[in-house]
């Protein structure tokens, strides 16, 4: 399938998301410690797998070249 078109599709997703959390937020004023440490796990896995499946293949490509 095209990339572009995947993007296309999905990006309304991303958007609507946003738009959603940010509304909740603006009502809620008091958020539980729970569930803000779960949010934060979440964002710290979501990073972890932009490292693993964003970041790792390219420098393993670049090692390749390096002779130690």
Known sequence: MNLILIGTIAEPFGGT???????VILFVHRISEKVLDTAMGFAAGVMLA???FGLQAPAIAI????YV
């Open 50 to 52: 932009a490292i693993l």
């Open 17 to 23: 998301g946003h738009v959603f959390w940010g509304r």
């Open 63 to 66: 090692g390749e070249y390096i």
